[in-house]
C-alpha cells in the first residue's frame, strides 16, 4: 500500500517511528516533512498529506503533531480526506470499519510508538464495512454550501 506521511516538528520523531514500521510492514512511504525538529506549521503537512491522498497517489495517510488535534482539524478541510485522531486500536478500527477514514492522526505527546504501530497495524486492516447505514453517513460528511448532505 502507498502510504503518506506528514508532521511538524513536534511530532517529527514519532512520525520517523511510524515511517520505519511502515517500511518494516513493505509498505510504499512517501514523506512528505517536516524533516527535522525545527519550527514547522502542522497545515504544512496536513495539506501535504490530504493532496496525495486526494489525488490517489497514496491510498491512506498518516500524519502526527503534539496533539495530533491541530493537524487532523488542517487534513479535514480537504474534501474527501476523513482524519481521524485516533488514541487506542478500537477507535483506529471503528475510523475504518464506520467512517472510512483514510487518514490516520496521532499525538506525539500522548502516543508511544508502539502504541502507533499497534493502531497503524489496525487502522490499515480493517476494511469499510460498504453497510448502507456508514456509506449513508459518509455521503453527508461533505456537505454543499447549504449545509445538507450530499
Not at 517536516?34 to 514547522?40: H, L
Not at 497545515?43 to 502526527?64: F, M, N, T, Y
Not at 491541530?70 to 467512517?99: K, Q, W, Y
Amino acid at each position: 500500500m502507498r502510504i503518506a506521511i506528514g508532521s511538524d516538528h513536534a511530532g517529527y520523531a514519532l512520525k520517523e517511528e511510524v515511517k520505519a514500521a511502515l517500511k518494516a510492514m513493505k509498505h510504499d512511504v512517501e514523506d512528505c516533512g517536516c524533516f527535522s525538529t525545527e519550527s514547522s506549521d502542522y497545515p504544512d503537512a496536513a495539506q501535504s498529506v490530504a493532496k496525495a491522498v486526494q489525488a490517489g497517489a497514496a491510498e491512506r495517510g498518516v500524519l502526527v503533531c503534539s496533539t495530533g488535534i491541530g493537524i487532523s482539524i488542517a487534513a479535514n478541510r480537504h474534501p474527501g480526506v476523513r482524519a481521524a485522531l485516533c488514541f487506542t486500536c478500537d477507535m483506529a478500527e471503528r475510523a475504518r470499519e464506520h467512517n472510512d477514514a483514510n487518514v490516520i492522526c496521532f499525538g506525539a505527546r500522548q502516543t508511544q510508538p508502539a502504541d502507533a504501530r499497534a493502531m497503524l497495524e489496525a487502522f490499515l486492516a480493517t476494511p469499510f464495512s460498504r453497510e448502507e447505514r456508514h456509506r449513508r453517513r459518509i455521503g453527508k460528511i461533505d456537505c454543499p454550501a447549504t449545509g445538507e448532505g450530499a
